[in-house]
């Protein structure tokens, strides 16, 4: 059975503290996903990573992709409140003809002033 | 340009009676799949239609069921509401429904069943 894993569940880091979210998946996907949700509130999303070894970065947040670990992680630098939300990685799966997104369990960041 | 848009946004229905969500795509989008999310937990995999047939189903009851329009559109159903389903259900939009195409989505709608 598909899992895809996240870890920590919830997270509750200091403004200015640097912290990783790790998203783990147990089958072959080339295409992994890291999306934002705020209470209440649909996906927003944050990255697109296609291929093994891919890094993107957008302001205080970074991602990047190791295929044949199948391991994503969301490193978040210098953390500030806005960044509070939940945080879902999601694998694409190709199953016959159709592509879905299998989704992490989420982690909930809360940044302290 | 707009994003894809559901409706309604918000829904409250009594145990075992019906409901139907409607989606709109990205225009030029011909894919469309849908996924629930109960509080606290992340989104499942439900439908996913192309061209008007539906191409992947996930693991829910016979209950849901969706369609696809010939604009693209797409509606789901849900028969006999269970306290369970009590969900926000996510509507997402691709170029196609294969390949390397992200899927965006839309608002949601906010299901409660009492």
């Known amino acids: 059975e598909l899992k895809v894993e996240q870890n920590p569940l919830f997270l509750s880091m200091q403004e200015g503290k640097n912290y990783t979210i790790y998203c783990n998946y147990s089958?072959?996907?080339?295409?992994l996903y890291w999306y934002r949700q705020d209470p209440g509130k649909s996906l927003e999303s944050l990255f697109v990573?296609?291929?093994?070894?891919a890094v993107k970065q957008e302001g205080r947040l970074m991602a990047s992709l190791d295929t044949k670990a199948r391991l994503s992680t969301l490193h978040i630098t210098a953390a500030v409140h806005d960044l509070s939300a939940t945080y879902f990685c999601?694998?694409?799966?190709?199953?016959?003809?159709?592509?879905?997104?299998?989704f992490g369990t989420g982690t909930l960041l809360a940044v302290q002033p | 340009d707009a994003g894809v848009t559901q409706s309604p946004t918000h829904l409250i229905k009594t145990r075992g009676q019906h409901v139907t969500l409607r989606c709109s795509p990205i225009?030029?989008?011909?894919?469309v799949s849908w996924y629930q999310q109960v509080l606290g937990q992340g989104p499942q995999f439900i439908f996913q239609?192309?061209?008007?047939?539906?191409?992947g189903r996930g693991n829910f009851p016979d209950r849901f069921s969706a369609r696809q329009f010939p604009n693209y559109s797409s509606e789901l159903n849900v028969n006999a509401l269970l306290l369970g389903d009590s969900a926000l259900y996510l509507c997402?939009?691709?170029?196609?429904?294969?390949?390397?195409?992200?899927?965006?989505f839309g608002p949601g709608t906010r299901l409660t069943v009492t």
């Open positions: 997402a939009s691709s170029l196609s429904g294969q390949g390397a195409y992200e899927q965006y």
């Open positions: 089958t072959t996907s080339d295409r």
């Open positions: 990573l296609l291929s093994n070894g």
């Open positions: 999601a694998v694409d799966i190709k199953g016959g003809a159709t592509n879905k997104l299998i």
């Open positions: 225009s030029g989008h011909k894919s």
């Open positions: 239609y192309y061209e008007k047939e539906e191409r």
